[in-house]
């Protein structure tokens, strides 16, 4: 009885073991398992080779290798030195074409699966970008014309010139050059070529310059005040009276000792500059800088400007042939730089400082001592040592600072109906301490220093062309309309008072 128990019981404890036995195995077995998807230690990226071994920025390198992901989006790839991933271009299990970052600098290459990375046995050289050109737009306009350049690794101070003469440049960066179209190039079709450093460069396209009408140069009279090179009354005032140009009304030098002024009678011109009295000195003091001055009725009004470091509101008739002066009504604000103008048989001045109100002038009113009435009130942040012109009903005036931190080019037109609407740019960013004008039939002409711009009026914001754009043209500071043989002239004159007559080619 006890035996057959004992064997019972031996025989449950083997069962109890075999099953024991076969659990442990099985549970080996089911551990041993691989699974792709939830064992990535089989799955592990790998990195055979790539190409090619160097490259810039941008440059598109191939990796070999074994278990990347079909769908580029769960692969990452990182360059040495790059902040952010590399751009993937495409993908397979075994290949990888990625783009090298910007920022990538000479060092591994390493690719992330998941949770595992792995990283190139060899350096990716990152090649220092050369500087070369893209693109430029436009492909085509006249003299004058905006066009942009872009590329890679322009240097600072990169000069830009086409068919050997060195354009104007606006704006400049690592990536981008904008410059206009100089005059004298030829109306023909040029590479443009950029001097960045050392490296001299030339685009594929050629730029056609196109005609849209004449072109001018300034054509010298043989007469001169001074010497090339030395300057007169800086910042004096000129205008036409009786056929003559007055210029002057200020120190003729910054150490005179009083101010001067000077008369060119076309009648007489083989006398040139002639030397007058000194004004007198209650309307002009020999510290005075930026009057103005306008003709109307063979009357010269001029006033304001800036008496040592005060601006004045002084306003005065000044007799010509008596050199004399009669003492008008105060100007509404003191000012220097302001701007006049004759429209409609009506006097005009205003602006200038930081001034914004245009005022009409009327000689006969307040018994003749002249009164003043508010015309209309600028939007600009400064129109200061500007000028304007007339055309027909039209004035238009600049250039004016439109607000802080903004360019010096703005345009505007005054119509004579009180409002002040802006215009169309003029494209000439450079500085100039003044802005002669004139007009020719139904265009005006704005000069900046050795540019002249022809502005063409119409129903919107008018148009704008450059007629002279030439680095061996004179620098013109002041500009007049007389009468030769019946044809209306306009001169021009520079700093030493050379004489020069603006003509058409």
Not at 4 to 29: D, F
Not at 111 to 125: I, P, W, Y
Not at 405 to 412: E, G, K, L, V
Not at 423 to 451: A, C, E, H, R, W
């Given at each position: 009885?006890?035996?057959?128990?004992?064997?019972?019981?031996?025989?449950?404890?083997?069962?109890?073991?075999?099953?024991?036995?076969?659990?442990?195995?099985?549970?080996?077995?089911?551990?041993?398992?691989?699974?792709?998807?939830?064992?990535?230690?089989?799955?592990?990226?790998?990195?055979?080779?790539?190409?090619?071994?160097?490259?810039?920025?941008?440059?598109?390198?191939?990796?070999?290798?074994?278990?990347?992901?079909?769908?580029?989006?769960?692969?990452k790839v990182s360059?040495?030195?790059?902040?952010?991933?590399?751009?993937?271009?495409?993908?397979?299990?075994?290949?990888?074409?990625?783009?090298?970052?910007?920022?990538?600098?000479?060092?591994?290459?390493?690719?992330?699966?998941?949770?595992?990375?792995?990283?190139?046995?060899?350096?990716?050289?990152?090649?220092?970008?050369?500087?070369?050109?893209?693109?430029?737009?436009?492909?085509?306009?006249?003299?004058?014309?905006?066009?942009?350049?872009?590329?890679?690794?322009?240097?600072?101070?990169?000069?830009?010139?086409?068919?050997?003469?060195?354009?104007?440049?606006?704006?400049?960066?690592?990536?981008?050059?904008?410059?206009?179209?100089?005059?004298?190039?030829?109306?023909?079709?040029?590479?443009?070529?950029?001097?960045?450093?050392?490296?001299?460069?030339?685009?594929?396209?050629?730029?056609?310059?196109?005609?849209?009408?004449?072109?001018?140069?300034?054509?010298?009279?043989?007469?001169?005040?001074?010497?090339d090179g030395a300057?007169?009354?800086?910042?004096?005032?000129?205008?036409?009276?009786?056929?003559?140009?007055?210029?002057?009304?200020?120190?003729?030098?910054?150490?005179?000792?009083?101010?001067?002024?000077?008369?060119?009678?076309?009648?007489?011109?083989?006398?040139?500059?002639?030397?007058?009295n000194q004004p007198?000195?209650?309307?002009?003091?020999?510290?005075?800088?930026?009057?103005?001055?306008?003709?109307?009725?063979?009357?010269?009004?001029?006033?304001?400007?800036?008496?040592?470091?005060?601006?004045?509101?002084?306003?005065?008739?000044?007799?010509?042939?008596?050199?004399?002066?009669?003492?008008?009504?105060?100007?509404?604000?003191?000012?220097?730089?302001?701007?006049?103008?004759?429209?409609?048989?009506?006097?005009?001045?205003?602006?200038?400082?930081?001034?914004?109100?245009?005022?009409?002038?009327?000689?006969?009113?307040?018994?003749?001592?002249?009164?003043?009435?508010?015309?209309?009130?600028?939007?600009?942040?400064?129109?200061?040592?500007?000028?304007?012109?007339?055309?027909?009903?039209?004035?238009?005036?600049?250039?004016?600072?439109?607000?802080?931190?903004?360019?010096?080019?703005?345009?505007?037109?005054?119509?004579?109906?009180?409002?002040?609407?802006?215009?169309?740019?003029?494209?000439?960013?450079?500085?100039?301490?003044?802005?002669?004008?004139?007009?020719?039939?139904?265009?005006?002409?704005?000069?900046?220093?050795?540019?002249?711009?022809?502005?063409?009026?119409?129903?919107?914001?008018?148009?704008?062309?450059?007629?002279?754009?030439?680095?061996?043209?004179?620098?013109?500071?002041?500009?007049?309309?007389?009468?030769?043989?019946?044809?209306?002239?306009?001169?021009?004159?520079?700093?030493?008072?050379?004489?020069?007559?603006?003509?058409?080619?």
């Amino acid at each position: 009885m006890f035996t057959t128990r004992v064997k019972v019981i031996s025989r449950q404890l083997l069962w109890v073991l075999l099953a024991l036995i076969t659990t442990l195995s099985a549970c080996k077995k089911d551990k041993g398992k691989s699974d792709p998807d939830t064992n990535p230690g089989n799955n592990k990226p790998e990195i055979i080779s790539f190409t090619p071994a160097n490259g810039t920025p941008g440059t598109i390198v191939t990796i070999q290798g074994k278990n990347f992901k079909p769908d580029a989006s769960l692969n990452k790839v990182s360059f040495a030195g790059a902040v952010a991933d590399a751009e993937i271009t495409r993908a397979s299990a075994t290949e990888l074409k990625v783009k090298v970052p910007t920022d990538a600098t000479t060092g591994k290459i390493t690719v992330k699966v998941g949770n595992e990375s792995v990283t190139s046995a060899s350096d990716f050289t990152v090649d220092a970008e050369a500087v070369s050109i893209t693109d430029f737009t436009p492909k085509q306009g006249p003299f004058g014309t905006t066009v942009t350049i872009t590329g890679k690794k322009f240097a600072f101070g990169s000069k830009v010139k086409i068919n050997g003469i060195e354009a104007a440049i606006s704006q400049q960066n690592s990536t981008q050059i904008v410059f206009t179209i100089p005059v004298n190039t030829t109306l023909t079709a040029h590479k443009i070529t950029v001097i960045s450093d050392n490296d001299i460069l030339e685009t594929t396209d050629l730029f056609t310059v196109t005609a849209t009408g004449p072109y001018a140069n300034w054509e010298s009279k043989n007469i001169s005040f001074l010497p090339d090179g030395a300057n007169a009354f800086q910042f004096g005032l000129s205008f036409v009276y009786k056929n003559k140009i007055y210029w002057g009304f200020t120190r003729m030098f910054f150490n005179s000792t009083g101010a001067d002024y000077v008369i060119y009678d076309p009648a007489q011109s083989a006398q040139g500059w002639v030397l007058q009295n000194q004004p007198p000195a209650n309307m002009v003091p020999e510290n005075i800088q930026d009057m103005k001055a306008v003709v109307h009725n063979n009357r010269v009004f001029m006033g304001t400007g800036l008496i040592g470091s005060t601006r004045s509101n002084q306003w005065w008739e000044f007799h010509p042939e008596t050199n004399t002066s009669t003492r008008l009504t105060d100007f509404p604000e003191a000012v220097k730089g302001a701007i006049t103008f004759t429209m409609n048989n009506k006097i005009y001045a205003g602006f200038g400082s930081s001034n914004q109100k245009l005022y009409e002038f009327d000689p006969s009113g307040n018994g003749n001592a002249g009164s003043w009435n508010l015309e209309a009130t600028g939007t600009f942040r400064e129109l200061n040592t500007g000028n304007a012109l007339v055309l027909g009903n039209e004035v238009f005036m600049g250039r004016a600072l439109p607000d802080l931190q903004q360019t010096r080019n703005a345009m505007y037109k005054f119509t004579g109906a009180g409002g002040i609407t802006r215009i169309s740019d003029m494209p000439d960013i450079q500085p100039s301490l003044t802005t002669p004008s004139f007009t020719i039939g139904n265009k005006g002409y704005f000069v900046i220093g050795k540019n002249v711009w022809e502005f063409t009026a119409d129903a919107t914001d008018g148009t704008w062309r450059a007629v002279l754009s030439d680095s061996n043209a004179p620098a013109i500071i002041q500009t007049a309309m007389l009468t030769i043989n019946g044809t209306s002239v306009v001169y021009g004159w520079t700093a030493s008072g050379r004489l020069y007559e603006f003509r058409f080619n």
